[in-house]
């Protein structure tokens, strides 16, 4: 989706290491997602934001870190909590009235060093 | 808990055949219902929704039934084509606005 930008498109991790995946929007959607999607499992949901300065965690939010101090910007932190972070990850955004449905960015791949 | 099947991780077919996949849900009262495309490397796209009191939906070559007793919903692609090729997601809306996610069935579309 041309609106929702996430990178890096790849990225590595070292063992003991933070990283951060970058997801920006200028749809003006209100909720902002972050899911984690795995080989033959359906799309798992991290944390998510319906506000600034406001977001809940997800099913799997356990060694996930993220921030909304702007409305276009949602980013996650994957930190060395996480022991098996290797996975395909999506954002994706959406407008919160009824109906609406997600529209997602084009994802960050991240492997383990 | 809530768990959604997605009738086959593979479904090939023939070009110009009609594809059907389908979407098993249990313990769940969604709202609506949505179905995406993704394909690979790629997001998921939304293609259509289908509120609860609603029996069927078309656009263009899609069709898509929602039965709430068998709690089932059926995507339907008529004349399929090559292009058609790639994961179709079902997933389920609450009265709460949350969103469920089956794994998804990779369509391959043989000319």
């Known amino acids: 989706d041309g609106g929702i930008t996430q990178s890096p498109k790849y990225l590595f991790r070292k063992e003991g290491q933070n990283v951060t995946l970058s997801c920006e929007q200028n749809?003006?959607?209100?909720?902002m997602y972050w899911y984690r999607q795995d080989p033959g499992q359906g799309l798992r949901l991290i944390y998510y934001?319906?506000?600034?300065?406001?977001?809940q965690k997800g099913d799997i939010a356990e060694g996930y870190s993220v921030s909304r101090e702007k409305k276009e910007s949602f980013p996650l932190t994957v930190t060395s909590a996480q022991k098996n972070p290797t996975a395909f990850y999506l954002c994706?955004?959406?407008?919160?009235?009824?109906?609406?449905?997600?529209?997602f960015g084009d994802g960050t791949r991240l492997s383990i060093l | 808990s809530q768990k959604i099947e997605q009738n086959s991780e593979a479904l090939n077919i023939q070009e110009g055949k009609t594809a059907t996949l389908t979407c098993n849900y249990t313990?769940?009262?969604?709202?609506?219902l949505q179905w995406y495309r993704q394909d690979p490397g790629r997001g998921p796209v939304f293609l259509l929704l289908?509120?609860?009191?609603?029996k069927e939906k078309r656009k263009e070559r899609l069709k898509v039934t929602f039965d709430t007793t068998l709690k089932q919903s059926l995507f339907h692609i008529t004349a399929s084509q090559p292009a058609d090729s790639a994961t179709y997601l079902c997933?389920?809306?609450?009265?709460?606005?949350?969103?469920?996610f089956g794994p998804g069935t990779r369509l391959s579309v043989l000319p």
């Open positions: 994706a955004t959406r407008f919160l009235s009824s109906n609406q449905p997600q529209h």
């Open positions: 749809l003006n959607h209100d909720a």
């Open positions: 934001s319906q506000i600034v300065n406001d977001f």
């Open positions: 313990n769940y009262s969604p709202a609506y």
């Open positions: 289908i509120r609860e009191n609603e």
């Open positions: 997933a389920l809306v609450g009265y709460g606005q949350n969103f469920v």
